[in-house]
């Protein structure tokens, strides 16, 4: 339900804090929330990234050659070929476990028509097919005197190995444990709640939920849990993972270790409220917020019963139009009411969180507030494929991070607005979890262009002077929520304590 220009008006003329206005369906209360004193995320200007982005390597990306997809029961990719970008002494080599048309007519959009042509003349050769970019560091726009990426010995020497790891060439062992049901491919046309899904009955929370700390975690590539993009998410699916949130809203606090906290769901805000400082604008970043998205998992399936696929939202559809997306509608997560002319948000009183009062926040106070919202689709309109293109297309772990947290993260925060620019409460909105799904999806697919990016990290992992360098080591907390992980453990998410990937 949208707010109408008079009700708005109305309220901007009241002073108090509530108001609460006669519905003949609903009680609707209206607040609006000074937004003025939140500390907003940080942003950059795109064009510093652009500047530095290749746009070739772009457009390369955007032909979703490096997207996840389907795989098939021995973890090759089954509707779209894999391409893996190896970084080889002073070249770029692209690795492909398969040729199809599609792939080749990509290549040739990107004017590499002489080596697709070679590639096809080597279609029915058993040998991996390679193709090599001479000018590696013209491709890149970088320097190539920068330093090299490990070679994978698999990648480039072994022709019956495929280079991606979450390929494996050959099909795990029918006698190999695995405690889930057997299950076919996904196929991408399918909804997860029809049972063959990630989410279907008895394929819950694969190997996270068993293994998580014990050491001894196993995850089948061929057969993880998929987080399904909320266009292809059914309405069944929407509302059983609307109503766990609801259910964690629920439920009482863990304890006075979450600071402010007055339900389960609020722990999560105080404990990233918590580690605010060390989170943000460090190497921890990408890794402890998979983490966190992972802990908010875990809670749903072992405090809320929620046994389906997880669903993840693909901002690049809605960019500059967040708004109109059905995310933001009355059967779900609420509308998303634009900013007011004086700079205010509007709580939110639509949507399975109409109403909600929060009360860790908004930052290191504990006040009641609203769940407010105020939208801003000129920030929205960041959280575009082209710049998240352009932070594909960078090499390094810090320059991607970089570009993606001040980019399209924190313009999607922003954008949004209120509680969830607001940088330290964020979580305070449910919908901070379909953002940084978001977030993590690119992740992986930026992960999923080179295979030493699953085992490599590099950065500061707290804002310490000088600060402790982040390794795979580092160890990811959520104050208790769920055990402890290392950055080892979370950087590869088929690596068996987590077990997922994403529908495309
Ligand atoms: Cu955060």
């Known amino acids: 339900m949208r707010y109408s220009i008079a009700s708005q008006a109305l309220c901007g003329a009241i002073t108090v804090s509530a108001l609460t206005v006669p519905n003949t369906q609903v009680q609707k209360r209206v607040q609006h929330v000074d937004i003025s004193s939140f500390k907003s995320f940080p942003t950059a200007d795109p064009k510093v990234y652009f500047d530095k982005a290749n746009a070739t390597v772009r457009d390369f990306f955007k032909q979703g050659i490096f997207n996840d997809g389907p795989m098939d029961t021995s973890g090759r990719w089954i509707d779209r070929p894999l391409a893996v970008l190896e970084e080889v002494s002073d070249q770029l080599e692209l690795h492909f476990e398969d040729l199809q048309d599609k792939i080749e007519d990509s290549l040739e959009k990107l004017q590499v028509r002489d080596e697709v042509h070679r590639l096809k003349s080597r279609r029915n050769n058993p040998v991996k097919d390679i193709l090599t970019f001479p000018d590696f560091s013209d491709f890149f726009g970088k320097p190539s005197s920068q330093p090299n990426t490990p070679n994978n010995p698999n ?207 908004p930052g290191n106070a504990n006040e009641n507030h609203c769940l407010s919202r105020a939208v801003d689709e000129s920030q929205t309109a960041q959280c575009n494929q082209d710049f998240t293109n352009t932070c594909l297309s960078m090499t390094t772990y810090e320059d991607f991070r970089d570009c993606f947290e001040l980019g399209p993260h924190g313009y999607g925060h922003n954008g949004i607005g209120a509680v969830m620019a607001e940088v330290s409460a964020s979580v305070g909105d449910p919908v901070f979890f379909m953002h940084h799904l978001f977030v993590d999806h690119t992740f992986r697919i930026w992960q999923n262009a080179n295979p030493s990016r699953r085992t490599t990290i590099s950065g500061c992992a707290n804002k310490a002077n000088p600060c402790t360098p982040i390794t795979l080591d580092t160890t990811l907390s959520s104050n208790g929520l769920r055990p402890d992980l290392t950055v080892r453990q979370i950087m590869d998410t088929l690596s068996g304590t987590i077990c997922y990937r994403y529908d495309y």
């Open 155 to 361: 990648t480039s020497n072994n022709p019956s190995t495929p280079s991606n790891p979450n390929t494996p060439s050959k099909p795990n062992t029918p006698s190999q444990p695995n405690t889930n049901t057997p299950s076919q491919p996904e196929q991408p046309t399918k909804t997860p709640d029809n049972g063959k899904g990630a989410g279907g009955p008895g394929k819950t929370s694969g190997g996270s939920k068993e293994t998580a700390g014990n050491g001894a975690a196993t995850c089948d590539p061929s057969n993880p849990n998929v987080r399904f993009e909320w266009s292809s998410y059914s309405n069944a699916d929407r509302t059983a993972f609307v109503q766990a949130i609801k259910c964690l809203q629920g439920k009482p606090s863990g304890g006075s270790q979450f600071t402010g906290s007055t339900n389960r769901y609020e722990d999560l805000i105080s404990v990233h409220r918590g580690m605010t400082t060390d989170i943000h604008q460090t190497a921890a970043f990408l890794v402890w917020h998979r983490y966190f998205v992972w802990v908010f998992e875990q809670l749903l399936r072992d405090e809320c019963g929620f046994n389906r696929a997880m669903p993840w939202w693909d901002e690049t559809k809605h960019a500059g139009a967040f708004a109109a997306s059905d995310v933001f509608t009355n059967d779900w997560f609420g509308n998303l009411p634009a900013k007011t002319s004086d700079g205010q948000g509007t709580c939110i009183e639509s949507g399975e969180f109409a109403g909600t009062t929060l009360h860790v926040g």
